[in-house]
């Protein structure tokens, strides 16, 4: 994962990642570490708010992490404690929240924050506390060098290299000429902006851009504006209204509808069998991860959903209607590992080894797809401080997801434009 030879010592490390360490008895498994005291992970949580769903899940995924990097050691041998506070799904209180991390509960780290506004309004207090904050979003807010160097987005893939590689397939499979319904904040924008150059790259055009406030609970008042050429609808919503706008868009339509094309925010956390929902047969979505177990699943995705209480079906394995946020979550389970590997690369023992922290994760390039990064393989861009990974299309056929494109890791790629390590800390 480092560009360095790993040592002796590295290697065992690996091994405890892994679960090799992990039958060690609890007493000698955090014994040779030079303090005791445990490394502290402060967890903004969407818990109420427009993210709920995903703070809820984004919890579960977070707790189970750090179980499994207990059972395996801890890092440095110290075992992690999350310290959770909710944010509102709030930028001003998002802000708040790193405060409390850095000056009252004396955390290492600030981890966790999905929604873009949130991170645009908390980026700059962790900047000027001069506390590692590593996001679990998608916007291109810190690719595109309008936060900080302690800002980092190391186990998630950003919306532009997102849609640069979806674009080809929509193109070529579904239809040129688009219309767009997307959230009216930071992460719609993006998709607004960057979809809309990559589909003319393949000679399409976005014929209409309907923007949508977030907070909006009825939807039917925006379809007459869908140009009756239309051949594309691309749609991403978020937010607890996104069963409504699904439901509306079919009832909007009948039976008579152009080529649908989603990202799964517009479904996740919503069960596919919900009444309402049969016209999205045939539909095509991005995932991030994809929410039904496939019949080339990994050993790494059967883990992982193990862990985190995820049935085949994308569901809580204690309730099969509570249906996961599985094309985000994953974000946290693999950005506590990265955590966990610069800790280890930098030997940190405390916030004065913040810098060399930040250093150690900017040195990371490979990840290779495994229990710890069970989406699939990963480049991480040190200067951009953003990682870049497969991607997946799926299709709905007889009420599930199935996955009938990846695309590589090239596809996403995109020029630099920013070099945070030539910022000063």
């Known amino acids: 994962m480092f560009n360095k030879t790993p040592s002796r010592r590295t290697l065992l490390k690996g091994a405890a990642a892994s679960g090799l360490l992990a039958a060690a008895p609890l007493s000698s498994r955090f014994a040779q570490a030079q303090s005791s005291a445990p490394i502290k992970i402060g967890f903004q949580q969407h818990s109420t708010g427009i993210g709920a769903a995903y703070g809820r899940w984004y919890g579960r995924t977070t707790a189970a992490a750090a179980k499994a990097i207990n059972d395996a050691g801890g890092i440095n041998g110290r075992p992690v404690e999350i310290v959770a506070e909710d944010d509102g799904t709030d930028p001003k209180r998002g802000a708040e929240v790193v405060e409390k991390f850095a000056t009252q509960h004396g955390c290492d780290v600030a981890f966790g924050t999905l929604f873009s506004h949130v991170v645009y309004g908390s980026a700059p207090a962790a900047g000027e506390l001069k506390i590692p904050y590593f996001v679990v979003s998608e916007g291109h807010h810190v690719a595109s060098g309008k936060l900080n160097r302690y800002t980092l987005q190391p186990g998630i893939t950003d919306v532009k290299s997102q849609v640069q590689a979806m674009a080809p397939f929509v193109g070529a499979n579904l239809g040129k000429k688009v219309t767009m319904i997307f959230p009216d904040f930071a992460f719609g924008h993006d998709h607004r902006d960057f979809f809309t150059k990559a589909i003319e790259a393949q ?9 949508i406030p977030p907070s909006e609970t009825s939807f039917t008042k925006y379809f007459p504006r869908i140009p009756r050429e239309t051949e594309v609808i691309y749609h991403v919503m978020v937010g607890p209204g996104v069963l409504t706008f699904v439901k509306e868009m079919g009832e909007f339509f009948g039976p008579s509808r152009p080529e649908i094309f989603g990202f ?11 009444p309402g929902l049969d016209f999205l047969e045939g539909t095509y979505f991005w995932e991030g991860n994809p929410r039904y177990a496939q019949p080339d699943q990994t050993s790494f995705d059967k883990n992982y959903r193990a862990a985190v209480g995820v049935d085949d079906n994308g569901a809580s394995v204690s309730d099969p209607k509570d249906v996961s946020t599985y094309a985000h979550m994953f974000g946290c389970w693999e950005t506590l590992h990265i955590i966990k ?9 405390g916030p004065s080894d913040r810098q060399k922290l930040i250093e150690a994760v900017e040195a990371i390039t490979d990840i290779p797809e495994s229990d710890a990064h069970p989406q699939g393989p990963k480049l991480f861009n040190g200067k951009t401080h953003q990682v870049f990974g497969v991607q997946y299309i799926s299709k709905v056929e007889s009420g599930k997801l199935v996955k009938v494109h990846t695309t590589s890791i090239e596809d996403t790629l995109y020029p630099d434009e920013v070099d945070y390590t030539k910022m000063s800390f």
Do not use: P
């Open 264 to 274: 799964i925010d517009s479904l996740e956390a919503v069960d596919l069998s919900s």
């Open 203 to 211: 000679g399409g055009k976005v014929l209409e851009h309907i923007a």
């Open 341 to 349: 590997a610069g800790m280890e690369a930098s030997n940190y023992q």
